[in-house]
């Protein structure tokens, strides 16, 4: 079993350049995540989703944008990359069910420069 | 909203006996994660609570005072690979039960 695979794992882009970290899942979860780590710190919660075709804000979402076409997929957007988005960025999913835990990916570690 | 609070960081001898604290103001309580972060990599699952009391998973133990929003991680038997951060993640029924980390406790073990 995958279990939760982002691509890339590292990236390095340009201020004002955009792309897309992609992430799937294999588990068929409902819940899916996206949460940036900065040095020192938790897991902010940008984006999540409880089913395809359902997106919510988290509590970090300027400057991203998600889709949620498919049950495995939960691809997350940056259009106009800025260095405050430098971060190591990790998709999570899960059934949502009270006693279950979340799957985390191995993390995509974005630099702007 | 919720806040969550751990220590930042912890040191304790190989062999030992360690305990790391969380405590949380939330609305809505729904259980209380605890995971375990490698440096550099993804978090894992290491235990989960709703309700009061203790919880015990071989040498990991976790335990959970709804009444005074305290929960408590002890590590027994310490080894060197317990070198990691510690996280602390609560749900609520007014987050949409999605979790919320704290910002992880980094436990560093010596010999």
């Known amino acids: 079993n995958a279990g939760v695979t982002q691509t890339p794992k590292f990236r390095i882009l340009k201020i004002g350049q955009s792309m897309t970290l992609q992430c799937t899942q294999d588990?068929?979860?409902?819940?899916m995540y996206w949460y940036r780590q900065d040095p020192g710190m938790g897991l902010k919660l940008i984006y999540y989703?409880?089913?395809?075709?359902?997106?919510d804000k988290g509590e970090v979402p300027n400057g991203y944008n998600v889709s949620r076409s498919t049950t495995e997929d939960f691809p997350l957007r940056l259009e106009l990359a800025a260095p405050s988005q430098t971060s190591v960025y990790f998709c999570?999913?899960?059934?949502?069910?009270?006693?279950?835990?979340?799957?985390f990916g191995q993390g995509t570690r974005l630099t702007v420069v | 909203g919720q806040n969550i609070d751990q220590p930042t960081e912890m040191t304790a001898t190989e062999g030992a006996i360690v305990q790391i604290n969380c405590t949380y103001q939330?609305?809505?309580?729904?259980?209380l994660f605890w995971y375990q972060q490698h440096a550099g990599e993804a978090p894992t699952f290491l235990s989960y609570?709703?309700?009061?009391g203790l919880e015990e998973k071989g040498r990991f133990s976790s335990f959970l005072s709804r009444s005074k929003g305290y929960s408590y991680l002890l590590l027994k038997e310490l080894q060197m690979k317990d070198s990691a951060s510690y996280l602390c993640?609560?749900?609520?029924?007014?987050?949409?039960?999605?979790?919320?980390f704290g910002r992880g406790t980094s436990l560093i073990v010596h010999p």
């Open positions: 999570a999913s899960g059934t949502g069910d009270a006693n279950t835990e979340a799957f």
């Open positions: 588990m068929n979860h409902n819940y």
């Open positions: 989703s409880v089913g395809a075709g359902i997106t």
């Open positions: 939330t609305s809505g309580f729904n259980g």
């Open positions: 609570n709703v309700l009061d």
């Open positions: 993640a609560v749900r609520s029924s007014r987050g949409s039960y999605i979790p919320t």
